[in-house]
């Protein structure tokens, strides 16, 4: 009866603020569908057996949250029925896999149940969601945020991550736990206020907890991790740098040896008007990072290496893209940006941009620990690496150099070389492969034809001896603003070894648009590969037939 009677209650108390809940409130959402509907392509080596009992994927999301004053709540509904071509099938299913609320103030912040978190660079701690991936490694759990005083702002963290649909249990996967700490001290320090001088300072810890049930080896059951970082600003100069530690960690990742891992992050950059160049250096050592000791895919980090080589956009520049690799990798990036002033024998009447950029990533060096372990053997410290020696194991190497040019008020251009090394055998698992080196170029015009209708064109070559061989790529598109574009594309790999899998990837485009909805059609087939969004990658099978993308929001 008491129950009853409070439920009574509530319901009646509800009904009488009901009406400031919702007026006062602001909701927002947004939805998002991409569907495949998959046909035979014998070319493609795709026939009705392979395709049998899949001819459709569908991956799907829609999120909602809720605000009111200084209350805030959300969730997610997924559904991967089933997942589209490329994405792990362990994403099959549907369901809500992240709820939170919150509440926030200017002094103390804090959540509860699913959320993404950041500290620095990401070298201890980074969770976020990949669409594009089928990635996800959310915490579910606790955050708290305080801001105690002007300039100081301290982070702490629990929780377990998502992975995939499975339920947490505390014998599998572990519990992550975090603390992060940052301090401008511009605004802390008195007298700093007005300096052209700036400077941030920060340091994180973060641990996991997983219960040691190995058979043969004697596991850490807690792993921790510290991280120190720094950002100064000085006029037209930024020095960011940051360290991390991790303590012995034995996994699938690294094949359960015993050493401590290390990563450092840094990057010098000037920029004025007109002209901007960055530096970059990465050293990475056994810094795989997950809540689960046992997984090696791309599931359950909980650190992030940042990549620091160029994010292309056009798609033979795009086809072998990196995959940072924790195990080990030290590179470095040199970007450098100038306009041609206005007015000049060569910058013309609306000047031109000029962009170059050079990225490498070696291997480190590893060293046996005595003369009767193996480099890397299970069960033991693994190896020794001095911290500044780079192995002659190349990786990756992009050379590439971009004109940006505007003609006249109806024609603009651009024009990119890029020289590719690229370790196919490492970063794609294809031992015994050849390294590939390639050779792409590519022209982009544009004709603004009116002030609505604009047509674009992309030319495309790529030239390599090695895996598929050449490549040629056009695509034309015709914009009518602000509503509809279509597109016509085709890639061609007319270099590969074997004739009959010379084949042409073309594609048909087409998509509308109104207000903050976007529906879009592609018929036409897609080239095996792998996509790669900051550093991580997944392989994309060869396919054939008509992709829908339909996304709203409000």
Same mark, same amino acid.
Not at 513 to 529: F, K, N, P, V
């Given at each position: 009866?008491?129950?009853?009677?409070? +439920?009574?209650?509530?319901?009646?108390?509800?009904?009488?603020?009901? !009406?400031?809940?919702?007026?006062?409130?602001?909701?927002?959402?947004?939805?998002?569908?991409?569907?495949?509907?998959?046909?035979?392509?014998?070319?493609?080596?795709?026939?009705?057996?392979?395709?049998?009992?899949?001819?459709?994927?569908?991956?799907?999301?829609?999120?909602?949250?809720?605000?009111?004053?200084?209350?805030?709540?959300?969730?997610?509904?997924?559904?991967?029925?089933?997942? =589209?071509?490329?994405? &792990?099938?362990?994403?099959?299913?549907?369901?809500?896999?992240?709820?939170?609320?919150?509440?926030?103030?200017?002094?103390?912040?804090?959540?509860?149940?699913?959320?993404?978190?950041?500290?620095?660079?990401?070298?201890?701690?980074?969770?976020?969601? *990949?669409?594009?991936?089928?990635?996800? $490694?959310?915490? $579910?759990?606790?955050?708290?945020?305080?801001?105690?005083?002007?300039?100081?702002?301290?982070?702490?963290?629990?929780?377990?991550?998502?992975? %995939?649909?499975?339920?947490?249990?505390?014998?599998?996967?572990?519990?992550?736990?975090?603390? /992060?700490?940052? +301090? /401008?001290?511009?605004?802390?320090?008195?007298? @700093?206020?007005?300096?052209?001088?700036?400077?941030?300072?920060?340091?994180?810890?973060?641990?996991?907890?997983?219960? /040691?049930?190995?058979?043969? %080896?004697?596991?850490? *059951?807690?792993?921790?991790?510290?991280?120190?970082?720094?950002?100064?600003?000085?006029?037209?100069?930024?020095?960011?740098?940051?360290?991390?530690?991790?303590? $012995?960690?034995?996994?699938?990742?690294?094949?359960?040896?015993?050493?401590?891992? !290390?990563?450092?992050?840094?990057?010098?950059?000037?920029?004025?008007?007109?002209?901007?160049?960055?530096?970059?250096?990465?050293?990475?050592?056994?810094?795989?990072?997950?809540?689960?000791?046992?997984?090696?895919?791309?599931?359950?980090?909980?650190?992030? =290496?940042?990549?620091?080589?160029?994010?292309?956009?056009?798609?033979?520049?795009?086809?072998?893209? %990196?995959?940072?690799?924790?195990?080990? *990798?030290?590179?470095?990036?040199?970007?450098?940006?100038?306009?041609?002033?206005?007015?000049?024998?060569?910058?013309?009447?609306?000047?031109?941009?000029?962009?170059?950029?050079?990225? !490498?990533?070696?291997?480190?060096?590893?060293?046996?620990?005595?003369?009767?372990?193996?480099?890397?053997?299970?069960?033991?410290?693994?190896?020794?690496?001095?911290?500044?020696?780079?192995? /002659?194991?190349?990786?990756?190497?992009?050379?590439?150099?971009? =004109?940006?040019?505007?003609?006249?008020?109806?024609?603009?251009?651009?024009?990119?070389?890029?020289?590719?090394?690229?370790?196919?055998?490492?970063?794609?698992?294809?031992?015994?492969?050849?390294?590939?080196?390639?050779?792409?170029?590519?022209?982009?015009?544009?004709?603004? =034809?009116?002030?609505?209708?604009?047509?674009?064109? *992309?030319?495309?070559?790529? @030239?390599?001896?090695? &895996?598929?061989?050449?490549?040629?790529?056009?695509?034309?598109?015709?914009?009518?603003?602000?509503?509809?574009?279509?597109?016509?594309?085709?890639?061609?790999?007319?270099?590969?070894?074997?004739? &009959?899998?010379?084949?042409?990837?073309?594609?048909?485009?087409?998509?509308?648009?109104?207000?903050?909805?976007?529906?879009?059609?592609?018929?036409?087939?897609?080239?095996?590969?792998?996509?790669?969004?900051?550093?991580?990658?997944?392989?994309?099978?060869?396919?054939?037939?008509?992709?829908?993308?339909?996304?709203?929001?409000?």
């Amino acid at each position: 009866m008491r129950k009853l009677f409070l +439920f009574l209650l509530l319901i009646c108390s509800s009904s009488l603020f009901a !009406q400031d809940f919702i007026n006062s409130a602001q909701i927002n959402g947004s939805f998002q569908v991409d569907g495949q509907f998959y046909r035979p392509d014998d070319a493609l080596g795709i026939t009705d057996s392979l395709i049998a009992g899949r001819k459709i994927g569908l991956n799907g999301y829609g999120n909602i949250t809720y605000t009111l004053g200084k209350f805030s709540a959300g969730m997610r509904y997924e559904a991967f029925l089933t997942p =589209i071509a490329g994405f &792990d099938p362990q994403q099959e299913g549907n369901g809500f896999p992240y709820l939170w609320a919150a509440y926030n103030t200017e002094k103390i912040g804090v959540t509860v149940g699913n959320f993404y978190e950041q500290f620095g660079n990401g070298l201890l701690l980074r969770t976020y969601e *990949e669409w594009t991936l089928g990635y996800d $490694n959310s915490l $579910n759990g606790m955050r708290v945020v305080l801001r105690p005083t002007k300039g100081v702002t301290i982070k702490g963290v629990y929780g377990s991550q998502r992975y %995939y649909w499975q339920k947490f249990e505390r014998n599998s996967r572990g519990i992550v736990r975090g603390v /992060d700490a940052e +301090f /401008d001290l511009n605004e802390t320090v008195k007298g @700093w206020e007005s300096s052209r001088v700036r400077l941030i300072l920060g340091a994180s810890g973060v641990s996991k907890y997983q219960r /040691d049930a190995d058979p043969i %080896y004697n596991l850490p *059951e807690n792993v921790s991790g510290f991280a120190g970082r720094a950002n100064l600003m000085a006029g037209k100069f930024n020095f960011m740098t940051e360290y991390a530690y991790k303590i $012995n960690d034995p996994s699938a990742a690294n094949n359960f040896i015993y050493k401590e891992g !290390q990563s450092l992050l840094t990057s010098l950059s000037y920029s004025q008007k007109g002209f901007g160049a960055v530096l970059q250096l990465k050293r990475v050592d056994n810094m795989s990072f997950k809540s689960d000791r046992g997984i090696s895919g791309n599931a359950l980090d909980i650190n992030f =290496i940042p990549p620091i080589n160029r994010t292309h956009s056009y798609s033979l520049t795009a086809r072998y893209p %990196y995959a940072s690799q924790p195990n080990g *990798e030290m590179g470095l990036q040199f970007q450098l940006n100038y306009k041609i002033p206005k007015g000049t024998a060569l910058g013309g009447k609306y000047g031109t941009g000029i962009a170059l950029n050079f990225s !490498q990533v070696n291997d480190i060096v590893r060293k046996a620990v005595n003369d009767t372990t193996a480099i890397g053997q299970e069960g033991t410290l693994g190896y020794t690496s001095d911290f500044f020696a780079a192995s /002659d194991h190349v990786f990756f190497r992009d050379f590439n150099v971009q =004109i940006d040019k505007k003609i006249n008020s109806k024609w603009k251009a651009v024009v990119q070389y890029m020289n590719l090394y690229y370790d196919i055998a490492t970063l794609e698992g294809h031992p015994g492969e050849e390294a590939v080196k390639a050779h792409i170029a590519l022209t982009d015009i544009t004709w603004k =034809i009116t002030s609505l209708k604009s047509l674009r064109m *992309e030319l495309q070559g790529l @030239w390599t001896e090695q &895996d598929e061989g050449n490549w040629a790529a056009v695509m034309a598109e015709y914009t009518i603003a602000p509503k509809w574009f279509f597109a016509l594309a085709d890639q061609y790999n007319y270099g590969h070894p074997d004739k &009959d899998m010379q084949n042409h990837y073309y594609t048909f485009s087409t998509g509308y648009i109104h207000d903050a909805t976007r529906i879009a059609l592609t018929y036409g087939r897609q080239s095996e590969g792998v996509v790669c969004v900051g550093g991580v990658c997944r392989q994309v099978p060869a396919s054939s037939g008509l992709t829908v993308t339909i996304t709203t929001s409000f």
